[in-house]
């Protein structure tokens, strides 16, 4: 199993930009899709994007499309979120996930495991 540590969060005004990381631990880091989602106050968890093993797939969110980049280093074992543009919908909790299965640009959590602790990003108006 792999385990996920997020960092990167912070408070960023509104048109910003904030980079998220996520490091992992585990052989199989490599060999698997993985993804963020985020949770906002009193909302439920939902998927902001998405890469497969190799880095050369992804997917995202259309609240997010064209402001957000996913990508990852298999090398460092870690995966990053470039967030652009960013806007107080935006606030919320995010968190890495690495995926069990092969479903194919899959968006639900219960394709996803090793959910990590989370980073804050706020968005101030």
């Known amino acids: 199993q792999v385990q996920l540590v997020e960092s990167g969060g912070g408070l960023v005004q509104a048109g910003g930009s904030l980079r998220l990381s996520c490091a992992a631990s585990?052989?199989?880091?490599?060999?698997?899709?993985m993804a963020w989602f985020r949770q906002a106050p009193g909302k439920e968890r939902d998927f902001v994007a998405a890469?497969?093993?190799?880095?050369?797939?992804?997917y995202y969110a259309t609240s997010v499309k064209g402001r957000f980049t996913i990508s990852r280093d298999n090398t460092k074992n870690m995966m990053y979120l470039q967030m652009n543009s960013l806007k107080p919908e935006d606030t919320a909790v995010y968190y890495c996930?690495?995926?069990?299965?092969?479903?194919?640009?899959?968006?639900?959590?219960?394709?996803?495991?090793?959910w990590g602790q989370g980073t804050q990003v706020t968005v101030s108006s």
């Open positions: 996930a690495s995926q069990i299965n092969s479903r194919p640009n899959t968006q639900y959590m219960s394709d996803f495991e090793s």
């Open positions: 585990g052989r199989t880091f490599s060999s698997r899709p």
């Open positions: 890469i497969n093993w190799s880095g050369g797939i992804t």
